[in-house]
């Protein structure tokens, strides 16, 4: 049998199962989850705080080990991998970007964005990081420390030191969640337009508006994808979300699964 690995498909898991055992009663982040991300999309990932959103965007990262199931990143078996071969793969293919930016304070824009290559032994090529720092809206802000820079200023060089070694897929776990208006609209213009280039984004969210700049909204609910919004507008997901989080109250109140 000859395996055909579809070009257009960036991330894929099949029947993608979390359980944590932590001594109690088993909780099920993830129930067979199949998602299929096509390349250079900017897909939106929603749901009710506890559905299981930051455990599939770790176990689509390789960052966790899924209990069963199989996550495909491009040719690359992410959870058949070891863990050399899954270290190399999340330097070299997964960029991640944190809701509190993880910059280190002490060092300048392009030290903090040039760290990973750095981690790698690799010397960076500084020209190329000053061509990504001005992609990004701060070419004029390289030698800044991130104290001196605005929310949306940090954030956007998280992005860029997480678009350094030019991975295939992008997932920022909610990367507007601690910035104001402004500095969310810079953050989500610019990942709008790194996916209209041809990189893969996956971001989860909890505002509407910001998923509005998806091509895709993906609805969570207990560990399964409930429904789908394709070209969403705000006001859409904001209604979606709404009835969600209803359910979820009702399943609370109720004790029953949804
Ligand atoms: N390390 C862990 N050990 C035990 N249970 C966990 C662990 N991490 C997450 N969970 C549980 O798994 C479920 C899914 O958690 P997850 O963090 O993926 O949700 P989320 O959708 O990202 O929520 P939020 O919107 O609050 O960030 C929750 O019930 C959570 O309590
Ligand atoms: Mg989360």
Do not use: W
Request: glycine fraction near 8%; hydrophobic fraction near 45%; include cysteine.
């Amino acid at each position: 049998m000859t395996i055909t690995i579809d070009k257009t498909v960036a991330l894929s898991t099949t029947a993608l199962s979390c359980t944590y055992d932590t001594g109690g009663t088993p909780i099920h982040a993830l129930r067979s989850v199949d998602l299929t991300i096509r390349r250079g999309s900017f897909t939106a990932i929603m749901g009710p705080s506890g559905s299981g959103k930051t455990t599939l965007m770790h176990c689509a990262a390789g960052l966790q080990k899924p209990t069963s199931g199989s996550v495909h990143l491009g040719d690359s078996e992410v959870t058949a991998l070891d863990e050399k071969s899954l270290a190399r793969l999340r330097r070299v293919a997964i960029g991640f970007v944190f809701q509190s930016f993880n910059l280190l304070p002490a060092l300048t824009v392009i030290e903090n964005v040039e760290l990973p290559v750095r981690l790698e032994g690799i010397r960076p090529d500084r020209a190329a990081t000053e061509r990504l720092l001005a992609r990004v809206g701060l070419g004029e802000r390289t030698s800044h420390r991130p104290p001196q820079l605005s929310g949306g200023q940090q954030q956007r060089v998280a992005i860029a030191r997480a678009l350094i070694a030019e991975p295939a897929v992008v997932f920022a776990d909610e990367p507007t969640g601690a910035l104001d208006l402004r500095s969310a609209r810079e953050v989500l213009t610019l990942l709008r337009e790194l996916a209209d280039a041809g990189q893969t984004i996956i971001m989860v969210t909890h505002d509407p508006a910001a998923a509005a700049y998806s091509d895709e909204v993906l609805f969570l609910a207990d560990g399964r994808i409930v429904d789908r919004l394709p070209d969403p507008t705000s006001r859409d997901v904001a209604v979606r979300m709404s009835a969600l989080l209803d359910q979820a109250e009702r399943a609370n109140a109720t004790g029953v699964a949804l």
